[in-house]
């Protein structure tokens, strides 16, 4: 599977971004697809996780109830909505999918969005 992320950019505190990730090639429904953000600097966390089924659904405690993950099927995206964004939001964001499903094990890494967020 070949993944490319879209939707970066510079916002201000407390905007919104919706970040995308197109997926192709091989795709099964019961992976679990995930997006992380790597600060700089920091290592690289899982802030968000679903399969496209909707299940295996995850959240970064610090990110609960500001981020939100979704699937659309028919266009094979994962999205990521990120509201109330703080300027320790900023970072690259990439997604990846885990074949698997124990959110341990994740592959096929896109390039990245950067994502900066100015107080």
């Known amino acids: 599977v070949q993944l490319v992320e879209s939707g970066g950019g510079l916002v201000q505190a407390g905007g919104s971004l919706r970040l995308s990730c197109a997926a192709s090639?091989?795709?099964?429904?019961?992976?679990?697809m995930g997006w992380f953000h790597q600060a700089p600097g920091k290592e690289r966390d899982l802030v968000a996780a679903?399969?496209?089924?909707?299940?295996?659904?995850y959240y970064l405690d610090s990110k609960k109830g500001r981020f939100t993950i979704s699937t659309d099927n028919a266009k094979n995206t994962v999205y990521l909505q990120m509201n109330s964004l703080k300027p320790e939001d900023t970072g690259v964001y990439s997604c990846?999918?885990?074949?698997?499903?124990?959110?341990?094990?994740?592959?096929?890494w896109g390039q990245g969005t950067q994502v900066t967020v100015s107080s």
């Open positions: 990846a999918v885990d074949p698997v499903g124990r959110l341990v094990d994740f592959r096929s």
């Open positions: 090639g091989q795709i099964f429904r019961n992976h679990v």
């Open positions: 679903i399969s496209w089924t909707g299940g295996n659904l």
